[in-house]
């Protein structure tokens, strides 16, 4: 046994027990720490006080002090009275900050009723979609000010960021909604072909083909496209600018973010989601068009004829007159869940995957507020 070694010479006082320690108690001599204090529980049989005098101790780490403060509760656990005396100043800071404390059962989980777990998860979903409702409005009213502030100075308009964006948006987005558009007016008219063929009223098809897609299935479809393509796509553009602190360089520049990044997107969606809406209106026509001519022996002309006369230009107009509003909803949407992303890879997906879930659900819950509107002024 070397010098530094930690050592324990163990008195005994009548009903008092003394160890005197000595030696390095760090952990480059954590086997010979353990048998110390191994020894000095050996040694306590029959002992109702236990004095550890450390001021013999040349060093003391942590694992050290751990020790020691562990013996000690284990002796006061077994029902002796252990104390430590001579420790110098740093030794008992040391003694102090490791605390030891026993291992405890951890107790059971309360028992909690499923009706009040759920009813809690209702209310915060409640008070989620307050919050978020409120985040909207205020993003918005920012939106606002910054149009008025273009307004008074047209300069700082960005024409070119604005017929990019629309070249995202309307453009390239045309094809898609174009494809999806015809294939839903192809379905429509076959569905409907196939029920009203048992009353003898294949030519309603027209009316119901023209109607439906005209007033809802167009501006519906191509809103929910144009949510899930671009709205998405502005999100992680904007998420992505966040976590590269480019938002915030344009801030340090003296730029207005809502001004460089969230106008020219907001204003391009409103410009080409109408264009979208008149274009899936053709389509879902057409596509209802062909298939009455291929399974109801209906022709185009006379389809064209029926059309005419069952459609009217409110009929036309009141899917276009959606289509600005939903657009606002999913350019606002989208921008403001973009510029909430955080740092990590994390948020940018959940803001991506937010941002497209509020947008569709809002396009819905405008169309149902426009379609109770329209039906009370009998439009």
């Not at 324990?8 to 108690?25: M, P, Q, T």
């Not at 008074?152 to 995202?168: I, K, Y």
């Amino acid at each position: 046994m070397t010098v530094d070694e930690p050592q324990a010479e163990i008195e005994r006082r009548g009903n008092e027990l003394r160890a005197v320690l000595s030696g390095v108690w760090t952990s480059a001599h954590a086997g010979p720490v353990e048998q110390a204090a191994a020894a000095i529980m050996q040694e306590k049989q029959g002992a109702g006080q236990v004095i550890f005098d450390l001021s013999g101790i040349a060093s003391l780490d942590t694992l050290g002090a751990w020790v020691l403060d562990r013996t000690r509760h284990q002796i006061g656990e077994l029902g002796a009275h252990a104390d430590f005396v001579g420790a110098r100043p740093e030794h008992r800071v040391l003694l102090d900050e490791v605390a030891y404390r026993g291992f405890q059962e951890t107790p059971p989980p309360p028992r909690r009723s499923g009706i009040i777990d759920f009813l809690a998860q209702v209310g915060e979903s409640v008070v989620q979609a307050g919050r978020d409702l409120v985040k909207g409005v205020s993003f918005l009213g920012e939106v606002v000010a910054a149009i008025f502030r273009g307004c008074l100075h047209p300069a700082r308009f960005r024409l070119t960021s604005v017929v990019h964006h629309m070249d995202m948006v309307g453009f390239r987005g045309a094809p898609i909604v174009v494809l999806i558009s015809f294939l839903v007016g192809c379905i429509v008219a076959q569905q409907g072909l196939f029920q009203l063929q048992r009353f003898g009223a294949q030519a309603f098809v027209v009316n119901l083909v023209g109607i439906l897609t005209l007033r809802e299935l167009c501006v519906l479809l191509t809103s929910i496209m144009v949510a899930g393509r671009s709205g998405s796509a502005f999100t992680a553009e904007l998420g992505s600018m966040k976590m590269r602190e480019e938002v915030d360089a344009l801030r340090v520049m003296g730029l207005d973010p809502i001004e460089v990044l969230v106008l020219p997107r907001i204003f391009a969606i409103i410009i080409s989601l109408p264009l979208l809406t008149f274009i899936s209106a053709m389509a879902g026509l057409f596509g209802g068009g062909l298939v009455s001519w291929l399974y109801g022996g209906i022709p185009p002309e006379i389809f064209l004829v029926r059309l005419q006369q069952a459609v009217g230009m409110s009929t036309f107009l009141v899917g276009l007159i959606k289509a600005p509003f939903m657009a606002l909803v999913i350019g606002v949407i989208a921008t403001q869940e973009g510029l909430e992303v955080q740092g990590s890879a994390e948020s940018l997906g959940r803001q991506v995957t937010s941002s497209v879930v509020k947008s569709i659900f809002m396009v819905i819950v405008v169309d149902g507020l426009f379609a109770m509107f329209f039906a009370a002024i009998n439009y």
